[in-house]
């Protein structure tokens, strides 16, 4: 017997981070909306009305009821008065970080920004719970990972969203923050 369920389709995760030098170098300041306007223009075809900060975590605040929290994997050194979480990388591990986002629902759209910094060379690895794994060079000094999940189609609840550091000869490398700002259209 066949299901009148609908299929639910998968969630998608657009790296805006080209694999050459990156146009999103805002790396002091969250990105205005007219940055996020445009990227999402490009990708996605529409144009926002506007985008809200939904969620900012960093090691002073990991955590905010109802939205989401962040979890770092293989940290050397966490400093909430930094803020800023530290990895040096064991063997080929080099540290993840994961923003764990609740209640998405069908018709939320985000941008993600998060904001690290690094002095060597290798490979960010950026995932999500329901898409492949895609890269984007580290870049020393700061740098800014940029990612869009255009409006979903269905009620998510918990969606993840991971940044792994993947060095060529060892390095370490800082999280200061991420940025989650809601796009509404």
């Not at 209640?103 to 999500?128: K, P, T, Y």
């Amino acid at each position: 017997m066949k299901s009148s369920k609908k299929a639910r389709k998968p969630l998608q995760l657009i790296n805006l981070n080209p694999n050459v030098v990156p146009r999103n170098y805002e790396p002091a300041a969250e990105h205005n909306f007219k940055t996020i306007g445009d990227w999402v223009l490009t990708e996605y075809g529409k144009r926002p009305l506007k985008s809200l900060i939904y969620l900012k975590l960093s090691a002073a605040a990991t955590k905010v009821k109802n939205k989401g929290w962040i979890n770092a994997i293989n940290c050397r050194n966490i400093f909430a008065e930094g803020p800023n979480i530290d990895f040096v990388p064991q063997e080929s591990f080099g540290g993840k970080i994961e923003l764990w986002m609740e209640n998405v629902v069908a018709g939320d759209s985000f941008a993600i920004q998060f904001r690290v910094s690094s002095g060597s060379s290798g490979m960010w690895e950026l995932r999500s719970s329901e898409t492949a794994m895609s890269q984007t060079p580290i870049i020393p000094v700061t740098q800014s990972i940029d990612m869009l999940i255009p409006p979903v189609e269905a009620d998510y609840g918990l969606v993840l969203i991971s940044l792994e550091a993947k060095f060529n000869n060892g390095g370490s490398w800082v999280f200061q923050d991420v940025i989650v700002k809601k796009i509404e259209y």
